[in-house]
Every structure is written in C-alpha cells, then in structure tokens.
C-alpha cells in the first residue's frame, strides 16, 4: 500500500492537467471531477502552498464547443 505524499510541506506545487482528464468526449466537462479538483487545490493553498495549475484542456474545450 503506498502513502500519499504531504503536498503541504511544499512551498509551490504545479499541476499539469491534460485534456483527456478535464473532457469526457461524449458528455463535455468533467465538472464534477473538476469542482474535486479545486477543493483539493483550494485547501492547500489555503495552507500557504502556491498552486499553478497547467492545462492544454481549453483546446479540448474549444473544439467541442464548435462540434
């Protein structure tokens, strides 16, 4: 069984989060898992880590939203 890390002993954290992850093809956004995402993000920072969040989803986005 592996142990999560403590992220909150770090000062900066940045998070790369790729399109497959933020789209589902046949339903759009993943909002639940992005709003998951956020809290988790959130609390961190709240604990006076920096958080980037980096993402190539907007392409994703994009070209659904044209479809």
Do not use: C, T
Request: aromatic share 6%; glycine share 8%.
């Amino acid at each position: 069984m592996s142990k999560r890390p403590d992220f909150s002993k770090f000062k900066r954290i940045v998070v790369k989060v790729g399109s497959s992850l933020l789209v589902d093809p046949a339903k759009g956004l993943k909002s639940d898992w992005l709003n998951a995402l956020g809290d988790d993000l959130s609390a961190l920072y709240k604990k006076g880590v920096d958080v980037l969040v980096v993402s190539s989803g907007a392409i994703a986005l994009g070209r659904q939203s044209h479809e």
